[in-house]
């Protein structure tokens, strides 16, 4: 038997409940964006150890987006838009995932090659005016860097949930 304590204390949870139920597909994009973004951020501090600067705003940024773009498609098919989509309708699913974020991998490189390569000495300077006390040697430039790799990721993760709800993972009908 339910007490009338247990029901009112439902009752108190009910607009909380609906509200996620509501936003929960954008929650959930937001959860496995940030995951991925995370995993886009370290694998650049890891091509930037590994290759270097230039290397790591290059071609180390196709790489990662590429890894990114599988870690996404999974997330988002599974978790996120929970696509039922089988044989040839998910192979076109993933075509157009793919071509999509290969989209937003262009606008990602030609941000960081703009703006964590072209503008990095003119950024690094700013910086280091700012914060350079307590910067060590060359930290300027990588916060710079890192600075440019997350306003890239703000762009094309908005870009992205547009492309994967008006595009990919729309419902039929």
């Given at each position: 038997?339910v ?6 204390e439902?009752?108190a949870h009910?607009?909380a409940a609906r509200?996620l139920?509501?936003?929960g597909?954008?929650l ?8 991925t973004?995370?995993?886009n951020?370290?694998?650049y ?11 790591a705003n ?8 590429a ?11 599974a978790?996120v ?18 071509a999509?974020?290969l989209?937003?991998?262009?606008l ?7 703006g964590?390569n ?6 690094a ?5 700012v914060?350079?006390?307590?910067l ?7 916060l ?7 306003f890239s990721?703000g ?15 729309r419902?039929?009908?």
């Amino acid at each position: 038997m339910v007490s009338e304590t247990m029901k009112k204390e439902f009752e108190a949870h009910r607009p909380a409940a609906r509200w996620l139920a509501e936003h929960g597909e954008v929650l959930r994009y937001l959860f496995f964006g940030v995951l991925t973004t995370l995993l886009n951020i370290l694998l650049y501090g890891l091509f930037l150890a590994l290759f270097g600067y230039q290397a790591a705003n290059s071609w180390g940024n196709v790489l990662d987006n590429a890894l990114c773009i599988l870690f996404a498609y999974a997330t988002n098919r599974a978790f996120v838009f929970r696509s039922r989509a089988r044989g040839r309708a998910a192979a076109a699913e993933f075509g157009k995932f793919v071509a999509c974020r290969l989209g937003t991998m262009a606008l990602d490189t030609a941000v960081m090659i703009a703006g964590g390569n072209w503008l990095a000495a003119p950024g690094a300077a700013l910086v280091g005016a700012v914060l350079g006390r307590w910067l060590g040697p060359g930290q300027a430039q990588a916060l710079w860097g890192l600075g440019v790799k997350v306003f890239s990721n703000g762009l094309v993760i908005l870009l992205n949930y547009r492309f994967s709800k008006r595009i990919i993972f729309r419902p039929k009908g």
